[in-house]
Nanobody, 119 residues
């Protein structure tokens, strides 16, 4: 079982920046992919950004050019740098990891961190 802990959420004004962090309890070298998802009130959870073990990043159209996903293997942490934040970015942000096992892929989620963009 992999524990996933997010941090870095908070209240920020429109146009501001936040950096989210995700620290899994297992080595990132065992993950096929890591990603960030978000869920706003009354809406379904949606993909924000993912990054594969090979380094390929994928972004939702709504965040391209504003958000950047990155990882630090030395710190065993994946980040989501969010710039030029908009009120519509307000949501609970979740970190997801896909761990390679001898049975396939296991999927783990964090508890989420709230991001509120408001003046």
């Amino acid at each position: 079982q992999v524990q996933v802990v997010e941090s870095g959420g908070g209240l920020v004004q429109p146009g501001g920046s936040l950096r989210l962090s995700c620290a899994p309890s297992a080595s990132m070298w065992s993950f096929a992919a890591m990603g960030w998802y978000r869920q706003a009130p009354g809406k379904q959870r949606e993909l924000v950004a993912t990054i594969t073990s090979g380094g390929s990043a994928n972004y939702a159209d709504s965040v391209k050019g504003r958000f950047t996903i990155s990882r630090d293997y030395a710190k065993n942490t994946v980040y989501l740098q969010m710039n030029s934040l908009k009120p519509e970015d307000t949501a609970v942000y979740y970190c997801n990891v896909e761990q390679l096992t001898n049975k396939g892929l296991d999927d783990y989620w964090g508890q989420g961190t709230q991001v509120t963009v408001s003046s």
